[in-house]
C-alpha cells in the first residue's frame, strides 16, 4: 500500500489532481467544495502558489512486519564462498556446488512464515519472522554453515541453549 508511507494531505486531493481528461478511461472528476482560498474576490488573480511536494512519513511500528527485501548472491562452484545478508551468514566450501549457482536469501514476515510442526518454537530474532533460502529444491554436495539470528530468551523459553 503506497498511502501508508505518506504524509497527511493538508488539502484535498482534488484540488492537485490532474483532470480526469488527462487520464484515458477515467471518470469525470466530481467537484470539489471551495475552499477558504478560492472565496476571494473574483478581482484578484489566482494564486501561483508551488504546492507542497509529498514526503515520505515514518513508517509505523509494525514488528515483523518490517523486513528487508530478498538478497542474490552467485556461488560460482569452484571457490568457497561467503555470503551474508540481513544477519545471515552462509559459508559455502569449494566443493558444495558443483555448478554456478544463484543463491537466494528471503526475510520473511509472521504471515509469510509456514506453519511449524508440533514441538518446534520460532526463536528467530525480529523484525523478520524467518527466511527463506532458494533455490528449492536443492541439495549441496557437501555441508554448508548456516548461521540465523535468535533471540536468546525465546531460545531459553523453548529449553534450548546457544552454541559459541
Known amino acids: 500500500m503506497l498511502a501508508a508511507g505518506l504524509a497527511p494531505a493538508t488539502e484535498s486531493a482534488s484540488a492537485r489532481s490532474a483532470s480526469s481528461d488527462c487520464i484515458p478511461g477515467a471518470p469525470p472528476a466530481a467537484p470539489s467544495p471551495p ?7 473574483s478581482s484578484q488573480a489566482p494564486s501561483s502558489q508551488a504546492l507542497p511536494s509529498q514526503v515520505p512519513a515514518p513508517l509505523p511500528n509494525t514488528g515483523r512486519e518490517a523486513v528487508r527485501p530478498a ?37 520473511l514476515t509472521e504471515r509469510q512464515l509456514p506453519v511449524l510442526g ?47
Open 118 to 164: 508440533a514441538g518446534m518454537e520460532n526463536v528467530t530474532e525480529g523484525p523478520r519472522a524467518g527466511y527463506r533460502f532458494t533455490p528449492t529444491p536443492f541439495e549441496f554436495e557437501r555441508d554448508i554453515t548456516i548461521s540465523l539470528p535468535y533471540d536468546a530468551t525465546k531460545l531459553e523459553a523453548a529449553g534450548q541453549t546457544p552454541h559459541a
Open 35 to 41: 475552499s477558504p482560498s478560492s472565496q476571494a474576490p
Open 71 to 107: 538478497f542474490r548472491a552467485t556461488a560460482d562452484g569452484e571457490t568457497a564462498k561467503t555470503i551474508t545478508y540481513d544477519d545471515v551468514r552462509l559459508d559455502i566450501g569449494a566443493e558444495a556446488l558443483g555448478e554456478r549457482t544463484e543463491i537466494e536469501i528471503i526475510p
